[in-house]
């Protein structure tokens, strides 16, 4: 039934009859989510479960009779995203299918960052590159102590100095001071 369901909702589905050959077909494939059931045979869910996050952050979803706190909070303890009991809405699932396949494809993607160039003359360092303890080595040309806002206050002073209105500062956020 959920196959079919999934299937007019057009999404690609791959039943596994067992753990074992779940954990071959994840194995020799790539998946945008898993829905695993916990009481299945040969290899527990809760060893797919393990198995799957061995190596992969796919998204999992359990759907199972299992109601217990103890079990849901294993499930979840193990890497599972969500947890759904028996009997549940078909409908409930699609959201949540939805909603795990979002996340992972939307909200997920690492923002592009540009690179921070310094150039002085011929000299062009890349600062994304360095750390703000590396920074202040080189800068004070002595070991980062841990003070993470020592930086940020020279720099405040400098422009104290150097601009007139200090509401309206003369830097551009991540360029640098404008002259």
Same mark, same amino acid.
């Given at each position: 039934?959920?196959?079919?369901?999934?299937?007019?909702?057009?999404?690609?589905?791959?039943?596994?009859?067992?753990?074992?050959?779940?954990?071959?077909?994840?194995?020799?494939?790539?998946?945008? /989510?898993?829905?695993? $059931?916990? #009481?299945?045979?040969?290899? !527990?869910?809760?060893?797919?479960?393990?198995? @799957?996050?061995? +190596?992969?952050?796919?998204?999992?979803?359990?759907?199972?009779?299992?109601?217990?706190?103890?079990?849901?909070?294993?499930?979840?303890? /193990?890497?599972?995203? $969500?947890? #759904?009991?028996?009997?549940? !809405?078909?409908?409930?699932?699609?959201?949540? @299918?939805?909603? +795990?396949?979002?996340?992972?494809?939307?909200y997920d993607t690492a923002?592009?960052?540009?690179?921070?160039?310094?150039?002085?003359?011929? /000299?062009?360092?890349?600062?994304?590159?360095?750390?703000?303890?590396?920074?202040?080595?080189?800068?004070?040309?002595?070991?980062?102590?841990?003070?993470?806002?020592?930086?940020?206050?020279?720099i405040s002073r400098l422009?104290?100095?150097?601009?007139?209105?200090?509401?309206?500062?003369?830097?551009?956020?991540?360029?640098?001071?404008?002259?």
């Amino acid at each position: 039934m959920l196959t079919n369901y999934l299937t007019t909702e057009n999404y690609e589905v791959i039943c596994a009859i067992d753990g074992q050959e779940a954990c071959a077909q994840f194995d020799n494939d790539t998946f945008s /989510l898993v829905l695993l $059931d916990l #009481m299945i045979p040969e290899i !527990s869910g809760m060893d797919v479960m393990r198995h @799957i996050r061995k +190596n992969n952050v796919v998204p999992v979803i359990i759907v199972s009779a299992k109601d217990t706190e103890a079990d849901k909070t294993l499930g979840l303890g /193990l890497g599972a995203d $969500d947890y #759904m009991t028996k009997p549940f !809405s078909v409908a409930e699932l699609l959201a949540r @299918i939805k909603a +795990n396949i979002r996340r992972t494809t939307q909200y997920d993607t690492a923002p592009i960052i540009a690179p921070m160039l310094l150039t002085a003359g011929d /000299l062009v360092m890349n600062l994304s590159d360095y750390t703000k303890e590396q920074i202040y080595s080189l800068v004070w040309n002595d070991a980062y102590c841990g003070d993470e806002n020592a930086v940020n206050v020279h720099i405040s002073r400098l422009r104290s100095k150097i601009e007139d209105d200090t509401r309206n500062p003369l830097c551009a956020y991540r360029l640098g001071t404008r002259l």
